[in-house]
């Protein structure tokens, strides 16, 4: 049981070069989430899913696609990569929506990307 | 929306001593507040959480605290010790579907 695994774990990318962040979990969670993690901003929602098909925007969508074809993988896509993309980026999934407080979220253990 | 605010930023205590880290939010609605510890390199990882329908709850040396009428919520860390050095976030559900978090608390224990 290997949990939440994101790949790669360091990512360096050009201005306007575009690239997907790979989340992998094997719990049979339903739901899934991205974050990025800036200094002084705490963790900001990108995008989540409550299951297989059904994706939505967080508090920080744009630049980002996301989709969810299957219940164990959620890409994240970057487009066309901005310095402002620059940042520690989480995938999270739990059993059930985090907010109904039944399921802890579990993270992974980041890609850290850096846009020049 | 949510909007959660998180005091310290950093905060230093010596081995031993408590720790409390102290959060606020906004929706009235809001029902769940878990808590998170970040190593360095990893993940946050969940160590405690309380629901709304309850005022205090305890885990060996952590316990988290809330007071609906002032929406604020509060970690106490109790006879603190060098594995505690971490980076602490709280967070409060939006919804059903959403956790927002706070800015974060870097905790330093100090032999």
């Known amino acids: 049981n290997a949990g939440v695994t994101q790949t790669p774990k360091f990512q360096v990318l050009k201005t306007g070069q575009s690239m997907t962040l790979q989340c992998a979990q094997d719990?049979?969670?339903?739901?899934m989430s991205w974050y990025r993690q800036d200094p002084g901003m705490g963790l900001r929602l990108i995008h989540y899913?409550?299951?297989?098909?059904?994706?939505d925007q967080g508090e920080v969508p744009n630049g980002y696609n996301v989709s969810r074809s299957t219940t164990e993988d959620f890409p994240l896509r970057l487009l066309s990569a901005a310095p402002s993309q620059t940042s520690v980026y989480f995938c999270?999934?739990?059993?059930?929506?985090?907010?109904?407080?039944?399921?802890?979220?579990?993270f992974g253990n980041g890609t850290r990307l850096t846009v020049t | 929306g949510e909007n959660v605010e998180q005091h310290p930023s950093t905060l230093s205590v010596q081995e031993g001593d408590s720790a409390v880290i102290k959060c606020t939010y906004s929706?009235?609605?809001?029902?769940?507040f878990p808590w998170y510890k970040q190593e360095l390199g990893k993940g946050p990882q969940l160590i405690i959480d309380i629901r709304s329908n309850v005022g205090e709850k305890k885990d060996q040396r952590i316990a988290v605290t809330l007071n609906k009428t002032a929406k604020h919520f509060s970690l106490h860390i109790t006879e603190t010790q060098p594995e505690d050095s971490a980076v602490y976030f709280c967070a409060a559900s939006q919804g059903a579907q959403k956790l927002v978090f706070g800015q974060g608390t870097r905790l330093t224990i100090n032999p």
């Open positions: 899913s409550v299951g297989a098909g059904i994706t």
């Open positions: 999270a999934s739990s059993y059930a929506a985090p907010g109904q407080g039944s399921s802890p979220l579990h």
């Open positions: 719990m049979n969670h339903e739901y």
């Open positions: 929706d009235s609605a809001s029902n769940y």
